[in-house]
Nanobody
């Protein structure tokens, strides 16, 4: 069992940066594949980025490649999403997700058992 708490969202102008954090409780954090998803009003929740538990490989949705960076600090049981060059279309609620020993389903909502409550990111033009 793991509990996830996101923080770091806010209202920023286009071109700005934000860093989201997701703090996890529970044991064996290093055994969890961690992901970031987002959901805009009226849209389905979509994959943003993931970092795999074994080896630390990272994956990104095409529209955020080169702008967003996912990272983890296993000593702090925390993952981060550094978001640069933000665009209005990045506006959404951002969710952190976890799956023990997750691998091939990292880009799918159904691939995660644990979710945070979400943090709002609003990018004005």
């Amino acid at each position: 069992q793991v509990q996830l708490v996101e923080s770091g969202g806010g209202l920023v102008q286009a071109g700005s940066s934000l860093r989201l954090s997701c703090a996890a409780s529970g044991r064996r954090f290093s055994s969890y594949t961690m992901g970031w998803f987002r959901q805009a009003p009226g849209k389905e929740r979509e994959f943003v980025a993931a970092i795999i538990w074994s080896g630390g490989s990272t994956y990104y949705e095409d529209s955020v490649k080169g702008r967003f960076t996912i990272s983890r600090d296993n000593a702090k049981n925390t993952i981060y999403l550094q978001m640069n060059s933000l665009k209005p279309e990045d506006t959404a609620v951002y969710y952190c997700a976890a799956e023990m020993f997750g691998s091939s389903r990292y880009a799918h909502v159904a691939g995660y058992d644990y979710w945070g409550q979400g943090t709002q990111v609003t990018v004005s033009s």
